[in-house]
């Protein structure tokens, strides 16, 4: 198989206090005052515990936000764990904990049909267990503050509804990972740090990062102060166990192998003795991982990996599958692998995932087969799963010549690599790697000042993003001082944002009103997720899968279909989901909207794909109708302006969002 390079990723360690067991960076984490502080170290640095220990240890009332579901439970989990470990009850460990997520919330509605989510969140956020130094931290996804903070409700037993104050008067609101976070997901935590500043409440804002990224310039050019915010980064200190004496490993050395062939069925073959030399280390660097680009792909292998493991002694008890359609039940087998959301990774030998383990799946693997993902930052997050901790590790990038074509970052990657000549230190390889993910970031100030629409940075759309957060928000509170200080507070691009709103809801028409509700609507769908289907065979058996796989599988469109209580799809298949699974594909898959405009109650069907700017084109023509009243002709350029400035273009749905998680969680 040819081989593109081979080179090691040195041991690597940060200072630690003998007494804490902090790094320099994790204390201040914990001491710095700095209403908005920005942070980066490399994967498996530990950038969450230092605010786990300070829940522990200090009282603080944290709020973790995490990118994935799967990443907060698995938090979430880790926490209760360790505080049990030290001596707590579990009853008063889950008293400290807590998680908010949409799998979260059904797991308690199965258990407790009378459960409250609304209010079982208000009691948690206002907790206050910082007399007995015991403190608390909720782990969250980023949509479930966005639904805690934009759906308050007036209550006739006396508690005040949710509001913004009940996160501004905790110790820390973090936002972790925050380089992975879309515009809109950007645009909450801008909104949020730029109340946090003005508002003089405890919460410290948080943002979190990998890899050290111009995040100050988007947080000033929003209205934060440059001496409101502070930026640091991890020491991370390559070398030997003895030139790194009192310090704590974060990896061993990790040898980075970059091969080509056809897919990873053929690295098994290839790798073979590494393999069972890596399931026979008597050490923690035990596990094998395989990582998929694909989950079409790694449902149409299972069969062979399955045939594969099985002739090398691994049985179906210890090999897990983790992807988001094996995810969709708690815990079984599926004839190939162990499955399920309910599994821990750590008991497995062997893993074969896709990108759900690049956040939120801990395990230690001495060996990582992969490919090369999707982007920059998937191919960092994977290679920083392999060798945690102070064992060495190999990851064996798999490059296909179709992967090659379509990424130009992986040949650009291929170019300038060799050049590093076979050692290349942590922080030289994530800062190298990551330049792509630096760039999207990269900004000026005068560029966040454009109003034109035609961004070509993520932070441009983030402000405007959190433009439209911050007039949801105002529209949202309950009580008139709410709405006052919001406005009072307001950064010059929600100022821009409240003028074509404000022309829409007084307009007089009933389509403009609509519009705009559903405009801002879409302030709590944090990014688009797409609808999961659920399909059922004629067992019985029941297992999601991704929309845009459903719709590329001609066998599945043709199937029946019925539609649960929530709306979701239920596709009825005609043989066992495993052997469907394994045909997946082959068609082109499109997905359609149907799409408001405020001038008439008219709509329009248009691709997903390029909407915003298809939306703007039927706008634009529709100026053009001689017919039009003066208030139609208001009413389009305002929504015209507000698209163009923020990419969200209202669509005709339900109450809740596309996806569940996105709005009730």
């Known amino acids: 198989m040819p081989e593109h390079m081979r080179f090691v990723i040195p041991r690597h360690a940060v200072p630690a206090d003998a007494d804490t067991g902090l790094s320099p960076l994790q204390q201040r984490m914990l001491d710095d005052r700095t209403p908005i502080r920005i942070f980066s170290a490399p994967t498996g640095a530990g950038k969450s515990y230092a605010f786990q220990k300070g829940m522990r240890e200090r009282g603080d009332r944290v709020l973790f936000i995490v990118p994935t579901r799967r990443l907060a439970q698995n938090l979430a989990e880790g926490l209760v764990a360790d505080l049990i470990r030290d001596g707590a009850s579990e009853e008063k460990a889950l008293s400290r904990v807590f998680l908010w997520t949409s799998d979260e919330r059904r797991r308690q509605e199965q258990t407790d ?35 805690y903070l934009l759906n308050p409700q007036l209550r006739s037993d006396g508690v005040v509804p949710e509001n913004l104050l009940d996160l501004l008067q905790l110790s820390h609101v973090v936002f972790d990972e925050f380089h992975t976070i879309e515009a809109r997901g950007m645009g909450m935590s801008c909104a949020l740090a730029t109340f946090a500043w003005q508002a003089g409440g405890t919460a410290r804002i948080t943002f979190l990062s990998a890899t050290p990224i111009d995040l100050k310039t988007t947080l000033i050019g929003f209205g934060i102060p440059e001496d409101q915010i502070a930026v640091a980064q991890e020491t991370v ?7 790194t004496a009192g310090m704590r490993a974060v990896h061993g050395d990790v040898e980075v192998i970059v091969e080509q062939g056809t897919g990873l069925l053929q690295a098994l073959d290839d790798h073979r003795a590494a393999i069972l030399d890596t399931l026979a280390r008597p050490d923690d660097g035990h596990q094998v991982v395989l990582v998929y680009d694909s989950v079409r792909q790694l449902l149409a292998d299972k069969s062979a990996l399955a045939g594969w ?3 090398v002694g691994v049985k179906q008890g210890e090999r897990l599958a983790v992807n988001s359609s094996d995810d969709s039940v708690d815990r079984e087998m599926d004839g190939f692998f162990t499955i399920g959301r309910q599994n821990d990774p750590r008991d497995f030998p062997v893993l074969v995932a896709t990108s759900s383990i690049e956040m939120g799946v801990t395990f230690k693997a001495g060996l990582l ?23 060495p590790g190999t990851a064996i990038v798999h490059l296909t010549q179709t992967a090659l074509d379509r990424h130009a970052w992986l040949r650009q990657l291929l170019r300038e690599l060799p050049a590093e000549h076979g050692s290349i230190p942590i922080d030289r390889f994530t800062s190298h790697v990551l330049k792509a993910v630096h760039d999207r970031f990269q900004v000026t100030e005068e560029e966040l000042r454009i109003e034109d629409g ?3 940075r993520m932070p441009q759309s983030a402000v405007w993003a959190a433009g439209v957060f911050w007039v949801a928000l105002e529209r949202a509170a309950k009580y008139r001082g709410s709405r006052a200080t919001l406005r009072s507070f307001s950064p010059p691009q929600a100022k821009v944002i409240f003028g074509p709103v404000h022309t829409l809801e007084n307009s007089g028409l009933n389509a403009a009103r609509q519009w705009v509700r559903a405009f801002l609507h879409e302030a709590r769908r944090l990014r688009v997720i797409l609808p999961k289907v659920t399909l059922v065979d004629p067992g019985g058996r029941r297992k999601s899968l991704p929309w845009m796989l459903y719709a590329a599988t001609e066998e599945l469109v043709r199937a029946p279909v019925t539609h649960a209580d929530d709306g979701s799809l239920e596709v009825h298949v005609a043989r066992p989901i495993v052997e469907v699974e394994q045909a997946l594909g082959g068609s082109l898959a499109r997905r ?29 023509n529709e100026l053009q109708d001689p017919g039009l009243e003066g208030t139609q002709e208001r009413a389009l350029q305002a929504g015209i302006r507000l698209v163009r400035l923020t990419g969200i273009v209202p669509i005709v749905t339900e109450e809740t969002a596309a996806d569940d998680s996105s709005v009730i969680v």
């Open 369 to 391: 087969l992969m490919e090369p993902g999707h982007d920059v930052t998937s191919f960092v997050q994977r290679i920083g799963r392999v060798a945690r901790g102070d064992l």
């Open 237 to 243: 200190v390559t070398g030997t166990r003895e030139q």
């Open 454 to 456: 035609m961004f070509r």
């Open 309 to 311: 493991f099985d002739s």
């Open 113 to 147: 049909p009378g459960v409250r989510t609304r209010d079982r969140r208000i009691r948690q956020i206002r907790s206050d267990m910082s007399v007995d130094g015991g403190g608390f931290m909720i782990v969250a996804t980023p949509e479930s503050v966005a639904w």
């Open 592 to 620: 359609f909207e149907e799409v408001l405009f405020p001038h008439s109650g008219r709509t329009h069907t248009l691709e997903l794909r390029g909407i915003r700017d298809a939306w703007i084109r039927v706008a634009e």
